[in-house]
């Protein structure tokens, strides 16, 4: 999520007016407020329903546990100690690193924070 005010001030910058001199906040949240109302209009229109999951989880001694049904994709993944992991293509034994194969998750025993994108099943 990025707040209002880091977008307004990325707006006033590209329009030059970093005092607020030519364009009040109102009017530049207001064209914030349209463009995002546009975007998520035409997402809905198209039948895209795709969000993001927290999903807190163990992986036991087989080094593996499946993913969430509605898994589509990894956006971060956290140790229980929140260090940030990385993927790995390769081994998974590695502390920091992880592997995601179809719907299993792989990695290191231990307790896991997984932030990902879902599909809702909302009909289409």
């Known amino acids: 999520m990025i707040p209002v005010v880091d977008i307004v001030k990325s707006m006033r910058y590209e329009l030059k007016d970093m005092q607020g001199t030519k364009i009040s906040d109102f009017e530049l949240i207001e064209a ?24 807190v989880f163990s992986v036991g001694t087989t080094g593996s546990t499946a993913l969430p049904v509605d898994f589509v994709r990894v956006y971060q993944v956290f140790d229980s100690d929140g260090n940030l992991l990385v993927p790995t293509t ?15 998750f792989f990695a290191p025993t231990g307790s896991y924070n997984l932030e990902y994108s879902f599909k809702s099943n909302k009909p289409r």
């Open 32 to 55: 914030i407020n349209q463009a995002a109302s546009l975007l998520y209009g035409r997402l809905s229109d198209r039948y895209i329903h795709v969000g993001l999951k927290k999903h």
């Open 90 to 104: 390769g081994n998974t034994s590695v502390t920091g690193a992880y592997r995601v194969m179809n719907d299993t």
